[in-house]
């Protein structure tokens, strides 16, 4: 059922985003261009956490519009990491390199600002330290989740079963930090964070379990 989800909602997206696709085609854009966009606005978002972190406690209002805006960029950047593969795909473009190239920067991108968020809550205040702990939890289970697949199918083995695949994990992340800048309340990221924390950490065992049984 989930997979059938993915695939209906993936394709309604790539119906919309297609003809932007061949304009950029046009353009010469190549996907490892618009794969390094993609690092560049998760990069952004990142530094909009860090001066977020910086300004609370003097301008608040300040700080959580910026919270806003990092989870503002972080969807756009989500887009590009979706639209790079499929730019590859109508061009015949794919590479080895490039997926290699995707496959790292999502990983920078995701630690990059899942990075932001922790130090953000730790300058939140005392308060949120536990939620400062759930984000580390989320970066290790982010990371778990993409290794545990790669490796798997550096060993022959489809692995693709999981709660909280980096879609997901995009969305969850942008839409806490969206909430969190508008209800100026840093309770909607550490919910976020927790949700990650335990869901992630969650697939990449599922995903062990699954290659034991495989």
């Known amino acids: 059922m989930k997979t059938n989800y993915r695939d209906t ?24 261009v618009v794969t390094v966009m ?6 952004i978002a990142a530094w909009l956490f860090v001066l977020a972190a910086q300004r609370l406690g ?3 209002a300040s700080a959580y519009a910026l919270v806003a805006w ?40 995701e630690l990059l600002t899942l990075s932001g968020i922790a130090l953000l809550l730790l300058r939140a205040g ?16 982010s990371v778990m989740v993409s290794y545990v697949r790669a490796r798997a199918e550096g060993l022959g083995i489809s692995c693709k079963v999981g709660l909280m695949q980096r879609p997901e994990r995009v969305v969850v992340t942008a839409v806490a930090a969206i909430a969190t800048g508008l209800a100026s309340d840093p309770l909607w990221l550490a919910i976020g964070m927790t949700i990650i924390a335990l869901l992630a ?14």
């Open 9 to 32: 909602l993936q394709r309604l997206i790539y119906t919309a985003i297609d003809p932007f696709l061949r304009f950029l085609l046009r353009l010469h854009v190549t996907p490892n």
């Open 38 to 43: 993609g690092l560049v606005g998760n990069a």
């Open 58 to 60: 003097s301008d608040e």
């Open 70 to 109: 990092g989870g503002v960029v972080i969807l756009l950047s989500g887009l590009l990491d979706m639209m790079d593969g499929r730019l590859a795909r109508l061009g015949n473009m794919s590479s080895k390199f490039g997926a290699l190239l995707d496959s790292s920067l999502d990983r920078y991108s």
């Open 126 to 141: 005392d308060d949120w330290f536990w939620a400062a702990v759930a984000t580390f939890a989320a970066i290790v289970g």
């Open 201 to 214: 950490n969650l697939t990449a065992i599922w995903r062990i379990i699954h290659c034991f049984h495989a």
